[in-house]
Antibody, heavy 125, light 108 residues
Framework: EVQLLESGGGLVQPGGSLRLSCAAS????????MSWVRQAPGKGLEWVSA????????YFADSVKGRFTMSSDNSKNTLYLQMNRLRAEDTAVYYC??????????????????WGHGTMVIVSS | DIQMTQSPPSLSASVGDTVTITCRAS??????LNWYQQKPGKAPKLLIY???SLQSAVPSRFSGSGSGTDFTLTISSLQPGDFATYYC??????????FGQGTRLEIK
């Protein structure tokens, strides 16, 4: 069974850092691009970042560019999101998601077919 | 950025009804449009990809159509488990994808 399992969320003060992990199983991890998508309490879905399969190119939403980095470890089948200089507006459930077809994260015609259960990040003093 | 506008923001319907949710893109996106279902406290679930293709294991009561800027998700013969929030997503400007604001489907 294809599964994604996030961890690493928690309470952090504004300006602090947190690293999220997403452990993948049940498929060839390096074959597919991955994304992080977040959802603030009571709000809609917001794409945060993406990485091409095999740990290639990374891409970020303007709202997190320069503060967040994304990486993957193919030997551990794990995706990471390093979040620095956190702000109150970063408070959200963070989901990792696998693309249905593409290795390249900039592939135009794709979808997120597998999602993790999410991990909550709260930025507050 | 490509903006995605869903309508209505919410709607009420009864078990057995047929409902339609629309999604409009701020510029043409061909058929690079997906639909997701999200229940409270759960991750989104892919229903429809490439505007009209049914994801594996999703009931055929769900259907999608459209191309260019205007898209629809139709759910026929509503079942109790269908009451949820639905999101459209464009991947035309990938990797900078965007979601609609969501449509909450409630039981009347």
């Amino acid at each position: 069974e294809v599964q994604l399992l996030e961890s690493g969320g928690g309470l952090v003060q504004p300006g602090g850092s947190l690293r999220l992990s997403c452990a993948a199983s049940g498929y060839t991890f390096s074959t597919y691009a991955m994304s992080w998508v977040r959802q603030a309490p009571g709000k809609g879905l917001e794409w945060v970042s993406a990485i091409s399969g095999g740990g290639g190119s990374t891409y970020f939403a303007d709202s997190v560019k320069g503060r967040f980095t994304m990486s993957s470890d193919n030997s551990k089948n794990t995706l990471y999101l390093q979040m620095n200089r956190l702000r109150a507006e970063d408070t959200a459930v963070y989901y990792c998601a696998k693309t249905k077809y593409c290795t390249n994260a900039s592939c135009r015609n794709d979808a997120f077919d597998i999602w993790g259960h999410g991990t909550m990040v709260i930025v507050s003093s | 950025d490509i903006q995605m506008t869903q309508s209505p923001p919410s709607l009420s319907a009864s078990v057995g009804d047929t409902v339609t949710i629309t999604c409009r893109a701020s510029q043409t996106i061909s058929t690079s449009l997906n639909w997701y279902q999200q229940k409270p406290g759960k991750a989104p679930k892919l229903l429809i990809y490439a505007a009209s293709s049914l994801q594996s294991a999703v009931p055929s009561r769900f259907s999608g159509s459209g191309s260019g800027t205007d898209f629809t998700l139709t759910i026929s013969s509503l079942q109790p488990g269908d009451f949820a929030t639905y999101y459209c997503q464009q991947t035309y400007s990938s990797p900078s994808i965007t979601f609609g604001q969501g449509t909450r489907l409630e039981i009347k």
